[in-house]
């Protein structure tokens, strides 16, 4: 299986600070990369897809890049709304995996 | 707009198999991957497995054996069983849609509409 880990694991950040979290995969996996917003007790929202391609409603504060092994996840002036736990998923090859995720929380 | 809603027992005693029915609102099932994903504490998301039109199915190698899933076309309805639970399987389980955007150089797979959750308790 395709390991994925996240840094911070916990992030602590002010309202209109830059955001940046990174994801590294234990193999390539191109660009088959996502990310997810997860708040208390709902689903994860997918972010982004294809490494960098803002799922549509998004807004444009978050942003992705990276390719290969690693990623990162961009909040380029954080909202009170965006304080949430943050995961990665490959889907590049099965079984599809997820990061163990990052807590963001109010400074 | 798709919507998705799990239903099942919440609590399933341990060596019994739990019993999950995922039910689509404003769209079809048929022509649809249909995804289920678990998260616990100790194991994070874990996505455990699809089912395509009934006909084809990928799993979680690590749960295979003991995971089944159907689809019901005429409830517009998917469903997951996963046999011989132990502890280990409690956990908020999630259907999910995969959808797919693909371009001359890459198809991804996405998962976009995701149902709220249900909490699946394995105790005696």
């Known amino acids: 299986d395709i390991q994925l880990t996240q840094s911070p694991s916990f992030l602590s950040a002010s309202v209109g600070d830059r955001v940046t979290i990174t994801c590294r995969a234990s193999?390539?996996?191109?660009?088959?990369l996502a990310w997810y917003q997860q708040k208390p007790g709902k689903a994860p929202n997918l972010l982004i897809y294809?490494?960098?391609t803002l799922q549509s409603g998004v807004p444009s504060r978050f942003s992705g890049s990276g390719s290969g092994t690693e990623f990162t996840l961009t909040i380029s002036s954080l909202q009170p709304e965006d304080f949430a736990t943050y995961y990665c998923?490959?889907?590049?090859?099965?079984?599809?995996?997820f990061g163990p995720g990052t807590n963001v929380d109010i400074k | 707009q798709v919507q998705l809603q799990e239903s099942g027992p919440g609590l399933v005693k341990p060596s019994e198999t739990l019993s999950l029915t995922c039910t689509v609102s404003?769209?079809?099932?048929?022509?649809?991957?249909w995804s289920w994903i678990r998260q616990s504490p100790g194991k994070g998301l874990e996505w455990i497995g699809y089912?395509?039109?009934?006909?084809?199915?990928k799993y979680n190698p690590s749960l295979k054996s003991r995971v089944t899933t159907s689809v019901d076309t005429t409830k517009n309805q998917f469903s997951l069983k996963l046999s011989s639970v132990t502890a280990a399987d409690t956990a908020v389980y999630y259907c999910?849609?995969?959808?797919?955007?693909?371009?001359?150089?890459?198809?991804?797979?996405?998962?976009?509409?995701w149902g709220q959750g249900t909490l699946v308790t394995v105790s005696s």
């Open positions: 294809g490494a960098s």
């Open positions: 998923q490959q889907v590049i090859n099965y079984p599809f995996t």
């Open positions: 999910a849609r995969v959808d797919a955007d693909c371009n001359s150089a890459s198809c991804y797979q996405i998962f976009h509409y």
């Open positions: 404003g769209g079809s099932i048929s022509g649809h991957y």
């Open positions: 089912i395509f039109d009934s006909e084809t199915t």
């Open positions: 193999q390539g996996i191109s660009s088959y």
